[in-house]
């Protein structure tokens, strides 16, 4: 079955970076989208950030400039890195991939 790993999250003080990793098992991963959503306390999902098989890139508003996704076909995984970053962007982050979740990572901005 396939499995998502994620890992990378963590405590950051405002103005920090952060890489959030996404190990997919299970599926071939260079066919598949990869997609970073995340959920905050209170409110409800929403998408972060898609990368196709091939390569291009979709970013919600918020976060354009500041986070860059990206994908390893040789290592099966996907990335987040996360820059610039606020209080805003604390959340718990999923990675998404046909249909199945990750166990998500905290994010916390806080100084």
């Known amino acids: 079955q396939v499995q998502l790993v994620e890992s990378g999250g963590g405590l950051v003080q405002p103005g920090g970076s952060l890489r959030l990793s996404c190990a997919v098992s299970?599926?071939?991963?260079?066919?598949?989208?990869v997609g970073w959503h995340r959920q905050a306390p209170g409110k409800q999902r929403e998408l972060v950030a898609t990368?196709?098989?091939?390569?291009?890139?979709q970013y919600l508003d918020s976060v354009k400039g500041r986070f860059t996704i990206s994908r390893d076909n040789a290592k099966n995984t996907g990335y987040l890195q996360m820059n610039s970053l606020n209080a805003e962007d604390t959340a718990v982050y999923y990675c998404?991939?046909?249909?199945?979740w990750g166990q998500g990572t905290q994010v916390t901005v806080s100084s």
């Open positions: 990368i196709s098989s091939g390569g291009s890139t």
């Open positions: 299970g599926i071939t991963f260079s066919l598949v989208a």
């Open positions: 998404y991939v046909m249909g199945n």
